[in-house]
């Protein structure tokens, strides 16, 4: 075996040793615990607000003229869809003129 492809062996295990061995620091897993076991009593009150947020985005994405989107379903982010998909501009189609093939 050579000395390179050794190198190259010691280089890719470092990576997976480092991968395996790393941790969450002491204090974010106090924190996660705290977060967790602690006081719940906003909980609610964050969730409310979030889905105030969530719904002002859809209903504002969904007043623009040919967008369409859908409330998410347990997550923070949402997808519109503005149907523009194999449209063309300029004589181009739109999966060619962003490079999706």
């Known amino acids: 075996m050579r000395f390179?492809?050794?190198i190259a062996i010691i280089n890719q295990s470092n990576k997976i040793?480092?991968?395996?061995?790393?941790?969450?620091t002491s204090i974010s897993?106090?924190?996660?615990?705290?977060?967790?076991?602690g006081d719940?009593?906003?909980?609610?009150?964050?969730?409310?607000?979030?889905?105030k947020r969530s719904d002002f985005i859809v209903d504002a994405f969904n007043q623009i003229s040919g967008v369409k989107c859908f409330p998410p379903e347990g997550a923070?982010?949402?997808f519109p869809n503005s149907g523009i998909y194999g449209l063309s501009?300029?004589?181009?189609?739109?999966?060619?003129?962003?490079?999706?093939?």
């Open 4 to 6: 390179s492809s050794r």
């Open 17 to 24: 040793q480092s991968q395996n061995t790393s941790n969450p």
């Open 29 to 37: 897993q106090k924190a996660a615990a705290e977060a967790i076991s």
């Open 40 to 51: 719940q009593s906003l909980v609610d009150k964050m969730v409310g607000e979030f889905q």
């Open 76 to 78: 923070f982010y949402v």
């Open 89 to 101: 501009y300029k004589g181009k189609k739109n999966s060619k003129f962003y490079g999706i093939n």
